[in-house]
């Protein structure tokens, strides 16, 4: 079993910069992937970003890239996300999850992470 922990969410202006984290525990050395979601309010859950545990480039969804940075401390089981330039649209319940896999094309399906957080609150306002 892996526990996840996300912290870091808050209330911000619009061009605010927030940095959300994912704690792990139990089981790590079964995560090969984790991403980061979101879900707005009567809006499906959608990737946001993926990291492969083992190393190289993450995957971003379009409305992200070049706003938002994940990355992670392995010594310390925890990825980040950093969301600068914060947009009203990115308001929603963020959630980390942590799967047994590797694709990156496959990576921002919901179906692919088999553990997930409870999740951390992200309010951007105009």
């Known amino acids: 079993q892996v526990q996840l922990v996300e912290s870091g969410g808050g209330s911000v202006q619009a061009g605010g910069s927030l940095r959300l984290s994912c704690a792990a525990s139990?089981?790590?050395?079964?995560?090969?992937?984790v991403g980061w979601f979101r879900q707005a309010p009567g809006k499906e859950r959608e990737g946001v970003a993926a990291?492969?545990?083992?190393?190289?480039?993450?995957v971003y969804a379009d409305s992200v890239k070049g706003r938002f940075t994940i990355s992670q401390d392995n010594a310390k089981n925890t990825v980040f996300l950093q969301m600068n330039s914060l947009k009203p649209e990115d308001t929603a319940m963020y959630y980390c999850?942590?799967?047994?896999?590797?694709?990156?094309?496959?990576?921002?399906?919901?179906?692919?992470?088999?553990?997930w957080g409870q999740g951390t609150q992200v309010t951007v306002s105009s």
């Open positions: 990291i492969y545990t083992g190393g190289g480039p993450p």
């Open positions: 999850a942590a799967g047994p896999t590797w694709d990156r094309m496959l990576v921002m399906r919901q179906s692919v992470y088999n553990y």
């Open positions: 139990g089981y790590t050395r079964s995560v090969v992937s």
